[in-house]
């Protein structure tokens, strides 16, 4: 059964920061791409940032880059969203998604091909 399960959210000033973990079971990272999407309320889900280890491919949504980045440590199954200089507009869930094999950059805007979804994990940026 595949199964991701993420933690690490919580209450942050603006500029501060906070990892994300997405534990991953029922699969290897070499086989998956994962990605990190939010939903902040009133808007629409959006995809942050996907990796795909098995050929180090990586892709951050504009809003984000230069300030999250995503690894991967495969030894342990899990993926993590670092995320520097948070601002309110980071405020959402946000998910830990999986899709068999490769991402590339235009899966950030597609939801559908993500096949499987963890709970999600609530960061709020406080001004």
């Known amino acids: 059964e595949v199964q991701l399960v993420e933690s690490g959210g919580g209450l942050v000033q603006a500029g501060g920061s906070l990892r994300l973990s997405c534990v991953a079971s029922?699969?290897?990272?070499?086989?998956?791409?994962i990605g990190w999407f939010r939903h902040a309320p009133g808007k629409e889900r959006e995809g942050v940032s996907c990796i795909s280890s098995s050929v180090g491919s990586i892709y951050y949504a504009d809003s984000v880059k230069g300030r999250f980045t995503i690894s991967s440590d495969n030894a342990k199954n899990t993926v993590y969203l670092q995320m520097n200089s948070l601002k309110p507009e980071d405020t959402g869930i946000y998910y830990c998604?999986?899709?068999?094999?490769?991402?590339?950059?235009?899966?950030?805007?597609?939801?559908?091909?993500?096949?499987?979804w963890g709970q999600g994990t609530q960061v709020t940026v406080s001004s």
């Open positions: 029922g699969f290897t990272l070499d086989d998956y791409a």
């Open positions: 998604v999986a899709q068999r094999g490769t991402a590339t950059e235009q899966s950030l805007g597609i939801m559908w091909v993500w096949d499987y």
